[in-house]
């Protein structure tokens, strides 16, 4: 009985007006490996995030359309086929050009140390190296990415 | 900064979809531009999806979607994913089995997550297919999310609503028996190149053969379907283009028109009442004090939503609303 | 009876051992660890005895190498008689850059060649595709027409070495390429071995480089069983790969379950298209994941060569010795290199190498250090290299077959992961077999899980990686890169477009319009895909016909 305390119930009160966190998790490009990606779309999820999988074998359009359509907030990507120098920049790109510039794109994937500071200065918010951990990302969305106004 | 209604009127993406959020995280100025554009509601023709998780729904959706382009009209798409009821976070992700559509404009896909809503909705289902009926589209599409049979709700917002069964689920159909006839406008045997489809169909058609019809009832229809690769799929949609016109007419659609008002104005009363009432006990933390007497058994909570209703709140009713129309109830 | 009291006397004294000495030592100095378990999480007692083997009949389970169930080996002699066969997986940049390497790596030593394709090849999309921008050259070699596999192979005797290519959806149209070059060099198909991956299946569960539905892929591969079994009967057809499903986070038995049950589909799909199963499945072979715990791994591999030769005897009735080996290779785990402390790597392949070695593997492909970070270097594909030569030459662990083989834990383990792995094949089995399991999501469903759960264990701590969760250090060596010129797009596009203006044109229409033609009848599409090559039809070409009258795959959303 003293196992439902007050303080559980009230949670549950309204929930009016409280934005919710809503984040793309997407794979551009070609290759398949999508294991990081879904974990990392379950973690945000048990962070209490709304994550849209877009899955795999996405074109930068495809992604930057479906985040103008779901309205997120941050654009979590993931490559392992090295293509991230052309697809991570084309993504920022493209929101620029639909004045989505404030929608944080973050990624991770087979990155080497040496192209972080160019992907940097395109636009690419963070990048994740092989190794990094889930908590490492999910504490970057918790403190980066705020919900917009 | 406030959506105007002017914006959704004319076509913005951008705008729309930050209404849609607004509406999803109950933002009082967004409730404030759908007042406006209510009345521009209802041209829209509502699709409803429904069935149990791996029945197929995001890919014939994505298959629907595809033949009603061919036909020149715009979609609109509302898929409900469930919210984990432990971190209050979702993965949404019917956009995947639906990215033909990716890149096309007269498609426009909202993801969804319950947020405790149960009925296979989300609480702002309604309001979002208002939005993408106000912006223009042709068809909404609202697929549930798949919790199995209760998933009532849906009945209620779309013109015609298609059941989903996959062969293989004899003993379930028996199950849903009860809810799933008035459910249904249309069943759909989809991955019918399984086995045991011819079967699943039948105890279908039975089972619906089973209820009488009066003179201008609608009698659903079993269909089969693989939304895989699209068999049968203009079969299907011929018959939801029959029970379009069925609702059409003036009788049915008059109807169909009351039931939804009074849902939609139902929704909103429920939702308002309870924020209210939790709102105004909240304030002062006599929620807390409440809770922990009931926890205790020091009072019962029967009495105290009594009170609630019949004390707190006063219900200063205009003149014009007194008198009314009246008798909605009955 | 005799041997039963003596089993029994065992078990006794290991209780009477556990109660008088290990309880009073562990009430003073308790366990390490709460549970111990594999990297699977799968638990592991203390210590094993005979009492482990209770009821085992030795020479049925475990028994001779060379004779069935082969689970210490498929050959009588193993590596007396010959070693593992090097075989380092390389690709990138374009043809020129990857065939400069293969002439290095032979020349180090290395015994067979194994070609890495970019990933517009592997998706059936030439290098001018859209969808092939910032891809080309990048994660493997770029091939869009026979001109490049001509480049690929100039100056390698196709007669002499063998040739590994990993390609699954248009695999069919590479091996068509390989005989075209054969051919050029004098060499007729029936001389000409090696493997192509060709395994479908685990695209769809785990690596996800698809093209066509699964129904129509079953065709093609059963079309190219049928056509190598009479023309190329040297080649290995089918690597039905474990590998990609251990990467992308199923346990080890999952590894061997999910990859057997493919087999078996493999195998019933060649059976159902006619085909006499001693004519094909000879010519299948296996390709597992060496990760990071050493019994699990040995005695998944000693497992797997059990089940494979009772499936292949009791339940196809295979007649034929040789469709009862199960013959495999290996790659160390990609998955358990960290980013952090990248040299530490080395030592890492050198275990897994040696797992390999003592599980029985027939070909080895051991990973350089960088490879979490880039493609390899030459330095470091060097280094990868010479730790199979260290093994092979300086530990001694290939001069006695099967070594570990009688270790009550080894045994054990081999006997737990049948077991278990029996209980998902006869699960898949029970779904109507691994296509419809996949087209369930069932497999796919179990990896993911598997792989949340360990993701969990070692965020909690729980499972450990040096350098990552446990002994960090703050500064880091840094290790030279591979960096892909970003001339090599433009220079293999261009030389596609010549390739494209250049062929006969007329020509090339027809062989597109047969290929239509014969994919919508029941015709073997390995000659008319092998006329398409030689009139430089590209990849891409190809399969767009194959698009048009087979259809596309796409992801079915399971996370």
């Known amino acids: 009985m003293k196992s439902v305390p007050a303080k559980k119930i009230s949670r549950s009160r309204t929930t009016k007006g409280k934005r919710k966190v809503r984040v793309l998790v997407g794979k551009p490009g070609l290759d398949g490996h999508d294991r990081g990606a879904k974990i990392i779309a379950r973690a945000l999820r048990d962070a209490g995030k709304e994550v849209i999988y877009t899955g795999l074998h996405q074109t930068p359009e495809m992604i930057v359309n479906a985040a103008e359509q779901e309205d997120v907030d941050a654009i979590g990507l993931s490559i392992l086929s090295g293509a991230h120098n052309y697809l991570f920049p084309k993504v920022v790109e493209l929101l620029r050009k639909k004045k989505m510039g404030k929608v944080v794109v973050f990624g991770g994937g087979i990155i080497p140390e040496n192209d972080i500071p160019g992907l940097r200065k395109k636009g690419v918010d963070r990048i994740f190296t092989p190794g990094a951990t889930l908590s490492e990302i999910v504490e970057y969305v918790n403190k980066r990415i705020r919900p917009r106004a | 900064m406030a959506i105007s209604a002017k914006e959704i009127l004319s076509g913005d993406v951008q705008a729309a979809a930050r209404l849609m959020r607004d509406l999803d995280d109950e933002i009082p100025s967004a409730h404030r531009t759908l007042k406006t554009l209510y009345r521009h509601t209802g041209r829209a023709t509502i699709l409803g999806i429904t069935g149990a998780p791996g029945a197929g729904k995001s890919t014939l959706v994505d298959c629907v979607t595809g033949h009603l382009r061919q036909e020149g009209k715009t979609v609109g798409i509302v898929a409900i994913d469930p919210t984990s009821p432990f971190s209050g976070g979702a993965i949404l992700g019917d956009r995947i089995r639906m990215q033909k559509h990716a890149l096309d404009e007269g498609v426009f896909i909202k993801s969804l997550a319950t947020r405790g809503h149960l009925g296979g909705l989300s609480k702002s289902t309604i309001d979002i297919v208002n939005v993408m009926d106000a912006m223009g589209k042709d068809v909404v599409i609202i697929e549930t999310v798949g919790v199995g049979q209760d998933e009532v709700e849906i009945v209620k917002v779309a013109h015609t609503n298609l059941v989903l069964v996959v062969p293989g689920m004899g003993d379930d159909i028996q199950a849903m028996k009860a809810g799933i006839l008035e459910i249904a406008d249309i069943f759909v045997v989809n991955k019918s190149d399984r086995e045991g489809a011819d079967r699943t169909k039948q105890e279908l058609e039975t089972m619906v053969g089973m209820n009488t019809y009066r003179e201008g009832e609608w009698a659903p229809p079993v269909m089969a379907a693989v939304a895989q690769t699209g068999a049968g799929v203009p079969e299907l949609l011929s018959e939801v283009e029959r029970h379009w016109k069925f609702i059409s007419r003036e009788e049915n659609l008059e109807r169909y028109r009351r039931e939804k008002a009074r849902v939609e104005l139902m929704e909103i009363l429920k939702k308002r009442l309870l924020e209210k009432a939790v709102d105004d006990l909240s304030r002062d933390g006599v929620l807390d004090l409440l809770l922990q007497d009931i926890a205790r058994k020091i009072r019962d909570p029967y009495s105290i939503a009594e009170q609630v209703v019949d004390h707190k709140f006063g219900f200063h009713l205009t003149e014009g609303a007194r008198k009314g129309k009246g008798n909605r109830r009955r | ?559």
């Open chain 3, 1 to 559: 009876m005799v041997d039963r009291n003596k089993k029994k006397t065992t078990r006794d004294r290991g209780k009477r051992l556990q109660r008088e000495r290990l309880k009073p030592r562990l009430s003073r100095n308790p366990e390490r660890l709460r549970r111990f378990s594999t990297v699977s999480d799968e638990e592991i007692s203390s210590l094993y005895t005979p009492a482990d083997l209770e009821g085992i009949d030795f020479l049925k389970e475990t028994g001779f190498p060379g004779e069935y169930p082969y689970t210490r080996g498929v050959h009588p002699s193993m590596y007396r008689g010959r070693l593992w066969t090097m075989r380092q997986f390389s690709g990138f940049g374009s043809a020129e850059d990857t065939n400069a390497r293969y002439h290095y790596l032979l020349s180090q030593g290395q015994t067979g060649l194994s070609v890495a394709f970019h990933f517009p090849t592997l998706m059936g999309y030439d290098s001018d595709h859209a969808r092939a921008r910032g891809e080309v050259g990048m994660c493997g070699v770029a091939v869009d027409s026979l001109r490049d596999m001509e480049i690929l192979f100039h100056g390698i005797p196709l007669d002499k070495i063998t040739t590994s290519m990993t390609t699954n959806a248009p695999a069919a149209i590479l091996l068509a390429m390989y005989i075209a070059v054969a051919e050029q060099q004098g060499v007729s198909p029936g001389k000409i071995g090696g493997t192509i991956q060709n395994d479908i299946l685990k695209e769809y569960i785990a690596r996800h480089s698809w093209i066509f539905p699964p129904d129509p892929s079953m065709r093609i591969i059963t079309d190219i069983l049928a056509f190598c079994s009479d023309h190329v009967p040297k080649w290995n057809t089918i690597s039905i790969s474990g590998y990609h499903i251990r990467e992308a986070g199923s346990t080890a038995v999952q590894e061997l379950a999910f990859t057997i049950a493919d087999g078996i589909a493999y195998v019933q799909a060649g059976i159902d298209a006619g085909i006499p199963v001693d004519k094909f499945a000879p010519r299948l072979s296996y390709f597992f994941n060496a990760h990071m715990d050493f019994f699990e791994e040995i005695a998944k591999y000693r497992a797997a060569r059990r089940m494979w030769a009772r499936i292949m005897r009791e339940r196809f009735r295979a007649k034929d010795e040789n469709s009862w080996k199960l013959r495999f290779h290996t790659q160390t785990a990609g998955v358990t290199l960290t980013a952090q402390q990248p040299v530490n790597n080395v030592a890492r392949v050198a275990l897994q190498g040696l797992m390999a070695v003592l599980g029985g593997t027939q070909s080895l492909h051991t990973n350089s250090m960088d490879e979490t970070l880039s493609l390899p270097t030459e330095q470091a594909v060097t280094i990868a290299l010479r730790t199979q030569q260290i093994l092979a030459e300086e530990t001694g662990v290939a001069n006695s077959i099967d070594p570990l083989g009688g270790s009550f834990l080894l045994e054990k383990l081999t006997n737990e992961m049948e077991k278990k792995a029996m209980h998902y094949i006869r699960k898949i089995d029970e779904m109507g077999g691994m296509v419809e399991a996949i087209k369930r999501g069932y497999p796919q469903r179990e990896i993911i899980d598997a792989s949340y759960h360990y993701q969990r264990l070692l965020e909690k701590g729980e499972k450990k990686i040096v350098g990552v969760n446990c002994y960090r250090s703050d500064e880091e060596l840094p290790i030279p890169i591979l960096t892909i010129d970003k001339e090599v797009e433009r220079k293999q596009v261009a030389r596609t477009r010549e390739v494209r203006r250049k062929r006969n044109a007329k020509r090339v229409a027809s062989r597109i319009d047969a290929l239509k033609d014969a994919s919508l009848s029941r015709t073997n599409l390995m000659p008319v895909i092998l006329e398409a090559v030689k009139e430089y039809v590209t990849i891409g070409e190809i399969c767009d016909a194959f698009r048009e009258t087979m259809g596309t795959y796409t992801d079915p959303a399971m996370y």
